[in-house]
């Protein structure tokens, strides 16, 4: 009888001291273009089709890491996530959304975080959680994680199945893949919404020509920057 | 009354959480550097080392069980693959590579011929996943793994965790191969007063230093640096070298500086494995140099050896062959747990 008393006291205490943070998902929302409207974002177990305006594209990988996420006030940074890495992937609704535990009354404009995994960590000993290389995010032939993976066919490619295969990453300079992605907040009810743009990244992407990156170097580079630009807080529906 | 459950809850949760296990302290040998190995992110201990060796000599690790690590690292050749010019993998596929010694692996700073992998935790996943090599994935090692019979106990004993993850099993890998240290040949007793060397040893010991050690730099007898030591090319093969790492043509031909310890049992010699004899490296070293841009400075002037004094070097290697690591038990098939 005594037991349930206890737990109650521990339940409120836990309660209390709750009360002093809170919780804003950070939510990724994986779509095509801002003219689609579907705010769910696409479900890669659908095997959704996308029209890149003649031609067809089916993802069906979609994955990328998440680190050192904070909140800026202006210039300054007013939180900063500890041990932040995160491994988001379309195909897993948990991994999409980030619960953010941030003190109350701190206020924010902007949202930043990397793309990809700082080189220190790299080079680091094997780690766990999403960092753990079976999430299949390390390359295994070289040291190294894989900042973005985006596989898929369209007919385009010339290749077995018309497949295309995008692992980018490399942390060495000239050639270091980790992007520093900074965006606006726009105080939405229900938390932080970062849409991916992906017809930014595959319309620059001449899919005929260039189907395979699996190593760092120039391509990998080029393409870090310019998933880098899919992202958005900003979703204007026509 | 409240307070006393508190307590009692208290200390039976520090009691699950903490096991007793020794954690074992990694000795460096007297005058050696500190070892580039980070313990304190993986401090060792016995069960971890045991499940570690039973990772390296279980073929579980190859997608159709016939390969382990041991098959390319044997330990009764300095954990290399005695004889291979190149080594064989799953299929009967070759690689294009010889696979090189492992030991003293806690003072590298880079793995591989080219330095590709950077830390040694993340080495097994090399041969793991190699199509030619043990063509398996981490995540299905897991797996496997985590459905035998005899892996979940060892996990446990070594972790406090029957579930098992990749990186649990890549720190025991590790484990294992940082306890590989060799540091008992007649060079290191001679170091330490408790031998000495023969006049031949002795003049082989001078002309080693002269010639050879700016690049196999004692204790370690490697600098860890990447050289081009002349090797021509084999246009077979191609490889680049660092160059395929680093994308930059300064790195052409660069490879890892190997250690010399245990060399009389560790041939064939260099990263293709081309020369099966001391004297052929020797005679490369003398007269075979390829000139090229990235040729490494200590060898753009030619080293003048005559053929008694490339003996006396040969001498001097010998005395780099460490019996104690050779026949160590410590380091043998790890009957009591595989069988």
């Not at chain 1, 995994?117 to 295994?140: C, E, F, H, K």
């Not at chain 2, 080594?87 to 590579?97: A, E, F, L, P, Y």
């Amino acid at each position: 009888m005594r037991i349930p008393i206890f737990l109650l006291l521990l339940a409120s205490t836990t309660l209390m001291s709750a009360q002093t943070t809170r919780i804003i998902p950070l939510r990724f929302i994986p779509t095509y273009d801002r003219n689609h409207t579907l705010t769910q974002g696409i479900h890669l177990q659908d095997s959704s089709f996308y029209s890149n305006d003649k031609d067809s594209i089916e993802i069906r990988t979609l994955k990328f890491y998440i680190s050192g996420i904070q909140l800026n006030m202006d210039s300054d940074v007013v939180w900063k996530e500890t041990n932040s890495y995160h491994l988001i992937d379309a195909s897993n609704e948990q991994s999409l959304s980030v619960p953010l535990t941030i003190p109350i009354g701190i206020d924010f404009k902007r949202i930043i975080f990397n793309l990809g995994i700082d080189s220190a960590t790299n080079v680091m000993g094997v780690q766990g959680g999403d960092l753990d290389p079976m999430r299949g995010m390390y390359w295994t032939w070289q040291s190294g994680y894989i900042n973005f993976k985006m596989e898929g066919n369209s007919p385009l490619c010339k290749t077995r199945h018309h497949a295309f295969e995008f692992h980018i990453g490399g942390y060495h300079c000239p050639y270091n893949t980790f992007q520093c992605v900074s965006l606006p907040d726009h105080k939405a009810k229900e938390g932080i919404n970062i849409y991916i743009l992906l017809k930014e990244l595959l319309s620059t992407i001449d899919l005929a020509r260039t189907n395979q990156i699996m190593t760092p170097g120039k391509e990998a580079l080029w393409i870090s920057k310019e998933v880098k630009k899919c992202f958005t807080t900003f979703l204007d529906v026509r | 009354m409240k307070k006393l459950i508190v307590l009692l809850l208290l200390t039976s949760l520090a009691f699950s959480a903490y096991k007793v296990t020794d954690i074992l302290r990694f000795i460096v040998p007297t005058g050696w550097p500190t070892p580039a190995y980070d313990f304190t992110q993986n401090p060792l201990s016995t069960d971890k080392i045991a499940l570690g060796s039973a990772l390296f000599y279980d073929a579980i690790l190859s997608r159709d069980s016939t390969i382990s690590c041991a098959t390319c690292h044997s330990p009764y050749s300095a954990f290399t693959h005695i004889d291979h010019p190149f080594s064989h993998g799953i299929d009967n596929k070759i690689g294009t590579r010889n696979a090189p010694a492992l030991m003293n692996l806690a003072w590298s700073t880079s793995f591989m011929w080219d330095g590709a992998i950077k830390h040694l935790d993340m080495q097994a996943l090399a041969p793991m996943s190699n199509p030619d090599e043990m063509d398996e994935s981490i995540k299905q090692v897991v797996s496997k793994l985590q459905h035998n019979k005899r892996y979940p106990i060892l996990f446990f004993k070594a972790f406090s965790d029957s579930t098992i993850t990749g990186e649990h099993t890549l720190k025991a890998i590790s484990q294992f191969m940082l306890t590989l240290v060799s540091c008992n040949a007649k060079y290191d007793s001679v170091l330490r007063k408790e031998a000495s060397f023969t006049e031949q040893e002795t003049n082989g010991y001078r002309l080693f230093r002269a010639n050879c050690a700016s690049c196999h730099k004692e204790p370690l007898f490697t600098n860890n640096q990447f050289e081009n030591n002349g090797l021509s090319v084999d246009t077979s093969l191609h490889d680049m070298g660092r160059m395929r790492i680093t994308q930059d043509s300064a790195n052409y031909l660069q490879f890892k500086v190997p250690s010399l310890r245990n060399i009389q049992f560790s041939y064939p010699y260099m990263h293709d494995g081309r020369f099966t004899r001391l004297q052929q490296v020797l005679n490369h070293y003398t007269n075979g140099i390829t000139r090229s841009k990235t040729l490494s400075k200590p060898l753009q002037e030619p080293i003048v050896l005559s053929s008694n004094e490339k003996v006396d070097i040969i001498a001097f290697l010998y005395t780099l062959t460490d019996k104690t690591f050779l026949n160590n038990e410590r380091f043998a098939y790890p009957k009591n747990i595989l069988q």
